[in-house]
Nanobody, 124 residues
Framework: QVQLVESGGGLVQAGGSLRLSCAAS????????MGWFRQAPGEEREFVAA????????YYADAVKGRFSISRDNAKNTVYLQMNSLRAEDTAVYYC?????????????????WGQGTQVTVSS
């Protein structure tokens, strides 16, 4: 089992920045990929970014490429999502997720473990 706790959400003006954190505990030694997803009201949960627990591979949705950056600190078992140049359309609940398997990183079904979500609201 892996437990995930997100933090860092809030209200920010368009063009501003936020950094989300996701602290993992439990069976972190066998995590393969950590991901961030988001869900706006009335919309499906969508992929934002993912990072391999070992190595340097990171992946981004086209909508956030060049504005968001995912990173990790293995010593702290924490993954971060730095969000810059935020837009009103980035408003959503952001979820951290983890998986032990090697499935597609952009697919919600790949991830067995989810955090409770943190609200990000961007005012225009």
């Amino acid at each position: 089992q892996v437990q995930l706790v997100e933090s860092g959400g809030g209200l920010v003006q368009a063009g501003g920045s936020l950094r989300l954190s996701c602290a993992a505990s439990g069976r972190t030694f066998s995590i393969y990929t950590m991901g961030w997803f988001r869900q706006a009201p009335g919309e499906e949960r969508e992929f934002v970014a993912a990072i391999r627990w070992s190595g340097s591979s990171a992946y981004y949705a086209d909508a956030v490429k060049g504005r968001f950056s995912i990173s990790r600190d293995n010593a702290k078992n924490t993954v971060y999502l730095q969000m810059n140049s935020l837009r009103a359309e980035d408003t959503a609940v952001y979820y951290c997720a983890a998986t032990h398997n090697t499935g597609n990183y952009y697919y919600t079904g790949t991830y067995a473990y989810w955090g409770q979500g943190t609200q990000v609201t961007v005012s225009s």
